[in-house]
């Protein structure tokens, strides 16, 4: 099905397999056109689904580009959820403010209401862009760079029973992977592995390096079975003083928190680096309380995972709640209109329904609020502080902060 595009673009249509360079080339194009491996394009062709992918098309020019992978993302209580993993977003610099990307966001989400995923999410460029859209920061990932030359980890009882040792990343996959998916489930905001995204996390093509070493691995062990693993890089650098090289972490997976410090004190103590860089770690990491000198980690938060409720009813039904709730919200969504209007929310630990109703509001808010709050990351009174929830029946605001809580942060374990 094609769809008439304004001002210079004839049509939006799915993506074809012939269309499929011309279609990614112009998403590179619109990302600066950086340097990719041949690896790298011919791993994101395997992965894309061309019939959840649109382009928009200015006769034999392709113009704009969006997709939505078939994602299943983890919300509290552990319900494994369909999500629609927005991606792939772009439009050429040559047709910029002529509402392509806003008919491709609206043809994108009304397909995604079709597939029956109450939800979509994407990572931004540009956190700006996607709010008109109903989108809003939903996890935050945590960013250092620790000087692992003064500060020194405090270990917990239990972890010099872990053993490490050092794999091939090709040859520890299915390891790693095991250890992954039993992590699935432990946060909010973390995406079940499809098949084929396990490849992505083995991409090392030299750009990816920045100077450092090839992509390296250990894989953690206790009574014989893997616990966890990390995978990173190192970058060496001597001045006339000696060595000051440094860690890169890329991923890091652990079952228990013994594990997990080893791998901590491990990356802290790799010989020849005096500083360890990660980002987009979950914002309440256990290591952050395991430093000497948490100012020598130069933290930074930053957003991560945006998400929108596509379907208010069906996703607010399809979490747990920390506390019992039994709110009647007011929700505008100019974008959705079908999400607009009053919804009342009853649940607890066990359950929760959410269903049309002509009650009284209790809170009135924007969907994008219902998206920020919705993996427990973000607290509505927060909201509410800054003007963007307004609290109607007195109480309900408490009563919904702590329902909405989570007791770990949300987090985004990878880009997609």
């Known amino acids: ?33 950086g340097e990719e491996s041949a690896e790298e394009r011919e791993l994101w062709r395997e992965l894309a689904d061309f019939d959840r992918s649109l382009g928009a098309w200015d006769g034999d020019r392709c113009v704009g580009s969006a997709g939505a992978f078939a994602f299943r993302v983890t919300v509290p209580g552990g319900a494994s959820v369909p999500a629609a993993g927005v991606t792939m977003v772009g439009v050429a610099a040559t047709h910029r403010r002529r509402g392509i990307l806003t008919s491709m966001m609206r043809r994108q989400l009304d397909d995604v209401r079709a597939w029956g995923e109450p939800l979509a999410v994407l990572t931004a460029s540009e956190p700006a862009i996607y709010g008109r859209f109903g989108y809003a920061p939903a996890t935050f990932g945590l960013s250092a760079e620790i000087d692992t030359g003064r500060v020194r980890l405090s270990v917990p009882d239990g972890t010099d029973a872990v053993r490490l040792r050092y794999e091939q990343p090709a040859d520890a996959l299915d390891v790693c992977e095991s250890v992954y ?136 039904e399809a979490r747990t709640y920390q506390a019992p709730v039994d709110v009647v919200f007011e929700v505008e969504d100019a974008f959705c209109p079908w999400n607009s209007g009053r919804w009342r929310l009853t649940g607890d630990t066990k359950g929760a329904s959410c269903a049309r109703t002509t009650d009284a509001a209790d809170l009135a808010l924007s969907v994008r609020e219902l998206g920020a709050v919705y993996l427990g990351g973000v607290s509505l009174a927060s909201l509410a502080g800054a003007g963007r929830v307004r609290e109607i029946r007195r109480g309900a605001l408490a009563e919904a902060s702590v329902g909405f809580g989570a007791l770990v942060a949300p987090w985004l374990p990878h880009g997609f």
């Open 1 to 33: 099905m094609a769809t008439d595009l304004p001002d210079g673009a004839t049509d939006l249509r799915v993506l074809r397999q012939d269309d499929w360079d011309q279609w990614y080339g112009n998403l590179l194009r619109a990302f600066g056109g």
């Open 181 to 316: 998916a039993r992590t699935v489930l432990s946060r909010a905001g973390m995406p079940a592995r499809q098949p084929g995204w396990e490849r992505v996390g083995l991409l090392d093509s030299e750009h990816e390096r920045g100077g450092a070493s090839p992509l390296q691995c250990v894989v953690a062990e206790r009574d014989g079975e893997p616990t966890g693993y990390a995978r990173f890089r190192v970058k060496l650098e001597w001045t006339d003083t000696g060595h000051n090289g440094q860690v890169v972490l890329q991923d890091l997976a652990a079952l228990d928190p013994a594990t997990d410090a080893a791998l901590w004190r491990f990356l802290f103590g790799i010989d020849l680096t005096t500083s360890l860089k990660v980002r987009g770690r979950p914002v309440d990491e256990a290591w952050q309380h395991q430093v000497s000198d948490i100012r020598r980690c130069r933290l930074q938060v930053r957003d991560s995972l945006h998400l929108r409720l596509v379907d208010v009813g069906a996703a607010l």
